[in-house]
């Protein structure tokens, strides 16, 4: 739960990310992106970010980043969400979410992944995840593709 007091919030799980996030009052211009990406394959024992380039939602101030990811246009406090997708035999991989600092790990099984976190963001942070594979890579033995969906929302005070 968040601790709040009248000039600053943290996020509810004690990361701040250094900032400090100041009261904004917007009305009727809500901040909310969703993006999604793929990947086909992997190579073995590496680290790549998931290229986020699809618009599914989108109003003003904030950016795909060009090399995936969302660039964030205001200061404040932002609700974030990940969730992917993958063929069931895919194993070995593993999403970290950085917001723009290393905010964690989503859970995964069975194939798909989830992660959720309620952060301080600041204007030019950036929001990305990066895929990492085990030893055999992506998609491994099998076909598939890997479809992920990155959420962010600008939460009102």
């Keep these: 739960m968040s601790h709040l007091n009248?000039?600053?919030?943290?996020?509810?799980?004690?990361?701040?990310?250094?900032?400090?996030?100041?009261?904004f009052k917007i009305?009727?211009?809500?901040?909310?992106?969703?993006?999604?990406g793929t990947l086909s394959t992997i190579p073995a024992n590496s680290t790549v970010r998931l290229p986020?380039?699809?618009?599914?939602f989108n109003t003003t101030k904030v950016n795909i980043a060009p090399n995936g990811g969302i660039t964030i246009e205001e200061?404040?406090?932002?609700?974030?969400?990940?969730?992917?997708?993958?063929?069931?035999?895919?194993?070995g991989l593993t999403f970290s979410i950085f917001s723009p600092d290393f905010s964690g790990t989503a859970l995964t099984g069975a194939g798909a992944a989830n992660y959720s976190e309620l952060v301080c963001l600041r204007r030019g942070d950036i929001v990305y995840?990066?895929?990492?594979?085990?030893?055999?890579?992506f998609p491994g033995a099998g076909t598939g593709i890997l479809a992920g969906?990155?959420?962010?929302?600008?939460?009102?005070d």
């Design 129 to 137: 995840v990066n895929v990492t594979t085990g030893g055999s890579g």
């Design 75 to 91: 200061d404040g406090e932002y609700f974030i969400t990940f969730s992917a997708i993958f063929p069931n035999a895919s194993t």
């Design 27 to 36: 009305k009727n211009n809500a901040i909310v992106k969703v993006v999604a």
């Design 6 to 23: 009248e000039h600053s919030k943290t996020s509810f799980n004690g990361k701040g990310h250094g900032t400090s996030c100041k009261k």
């Design 149 to 156: 969906i990155l959420t962010i929302v600008k939460v009102e």
């Design 52 to 56: 986020f380039t699809t618009f599914l």
